[in-house]
């Protein structure tokens, strides 16, 4: 476990070794450490499948085998400041366990895939000018978190490595799309989840809150209560407004909104303001933890690639019944929080594809030798088991016909064409091609 420091002193950790971190945005904490061959600490953590944090120093993010878990000889790690390099891995460790504790604890998830693995959480990713801030990378279920800029902080508070995190479950569960609606339930999902994550969190320097980013330069990137406070977001649904090139993040200002109130409720609370759209009637809290459940329950059974504000709240309402009854009073307050930002329902709800929706896959380039790890990603809409397939690929290089994991040692260099195929129980099939560099050691 990783917990807050208090004022008694430093509690005990689960896990081999128990190290105190100084951390610029969560202050003092213990953090569960291993030990490697040479005896020194490093910042990977057994008890949650192996996560672990790796510094870059400014280099660029380059695969999954970059770079080498973060090392210490006393396992006291940083000195709290906002340019060191230990803070920065510290704060990104606190902030990955805490992830991972919540959707554990809430939702019965043993990481992004649910499969016991812990994620690789990299820092200090590409140069010191403001170039990078945070992402995802579906390839290898990794997080690549900017460093410190100017008078900015490090990318590594709890909402925004949470938030980069749950893009990893959404991928592995709805595979919502990256453009239109879908797009903006995309970023959506993340902001929610980022949020529910610190307030379980509850740590007493990055205090839980509505808002999403404030660490790193202490004014918002969004707000939930009012998407609109930023001067670009939006928090009301229009016909057309995810056909045009806006932002998800823009887009996903109406289901931030949604979540805000169904948790909160509308109009004044200590957390914010949040006004109805239209003069829609005032909606009724239910709280974070209900409204979590929810909103998990319709990604990880409902919502499908193509979903729009329609398709969710037709999801979320769903949910609600299974989990709380068709009357209850949460069902209520999700037909209430839709309603409140515009969607009542009455726009169409595409029709979900019939096969798996296998994912994009970047070009890849590895050395013979090299340890390689890429995950291929291919929801299937009727939730139906998927096996993958490829052909190929490097020779010393295999996929995982059931997790789409693709693993090994390429033996030989040279330049591959890479077919993989995901197919369903019903035959269904959708195939990607992409380009396998390997180079000579």
Not at 237 to 250: R, V
Not at 383 to 391: D, G, I, L, P, W
Request: hydrophobic share 35%; with cysteine.
């Amino acid at each position: 476990m990783v917990t807050a420091l208090g004022m008694s002193g430093v509690a005990r950790a689960d896990g081999p070794r128990a190290g105190l971190g100084h951390g610029h945005h969560h202050g003092d904490v213990e953090i569960s450490t291993s030990r490697n061959a040479d005896g020194d600490f490093v910042l990977v953590d057994p008890g949650r499948g192996g996560l672990q944090v790796r510094n870059l120093a400014n280099d660029y993010f380059r695969g999954w085998d970059h770079g080498r878990p973060s090392s210490d000889t006393d396992n006291v790690w940083g000195d709290g400041s906002r340019t060191d390099r230990q803070t920065a891995d510290v704060d990104a460790y606190f902030a990955a366990a805490r992830t991972w504790d919540y959707f554990l604890k809430q939702h019965g998830r043993r990481g992004i895939h649910d499969d016991g693995v812990g994620p690789r959480v990299f820092t200090d990713v590409g140069p010191p000018d403001g170039e990078f801030s945070a992402q995802y990378d579906p390839d290898c279920g990794c997080m690549s978190l900017g460093p410190a800029v100017g008078g900015d902080a490090a990318w590594n508070t709890t909402d925004v490595v949470a938030h980069e995190m749950t893009h990893g479950i959404t991928g592995m569960t709805a595979g919502l799309d990256l453009h239109g609606e879908a797009g903006g339930l995309n970023e959506s999902t993340s902001d929610i989840f980022g949020t529910l994550v610190e307030f379980s969190a509850n740590n007493g320097k990055d205090r839980p809150d509505y808002t999403i980013g404030e660490g790193v330069n202490g004014k918002p990137l969004r707000y939930m209560d009012d998407p609109t406070k930023d001067g670009a977001s939006k928090g009301c649904w229009s016909p057309g407004i995810g056909e045009g090139e806006e932002p998800n993040h823009l887009i996903g200002g109406i289901s931030n909104k949604f979540f805000y109130q169904l948790a909160m409720g509308s109009g004044k609370s200590q957390w914010g303001d949040s006004p109805t759209c239209g003069g829609a009637p005032a909606v009724s809290g239910i709280g974070n933890d209900k409204a979590g459940k929810i909103w998990y329950r319709a990604l990880t059974r409902y919502l499908v690639p193509n979903s729009n504000f329609s398709g969710a709240r037709a999801a979320t309402l769903r949910a609600a019944a299974e989990l709380y009854g068709a009357n209850s009073a949460a069902s209520k307050s999700v037909a209430a929080a839709w309603l409140a930002v515009g969607v009542d329902g009455s726009d169409p709800v595409p029709q979900a594809p019939q096969a798996p929706s296998l994912k994009w896959v970047n070009y890849q380039s590895n050395t013979v030798g090299a340890e390689v790890l890429v995950r291929l990603r291919a929801p299937d809409p009727q939730r139906q088991r998927v096996v993958f397939t490829a052909t190929g690929l490097p020779p010393g290089l295999t996929v995982d016909p059931s997790t789409g994991v693709v693993t090994g040692r390429p033996g030989q260099s040279g330049s591959f064409e890479v077919t993989f195929t995901a197919t369903d129980c019903d035959g269904n099939a959708s195939t990607r091609r992409m380009k396998w560099e390997v180079v000579p050691r």
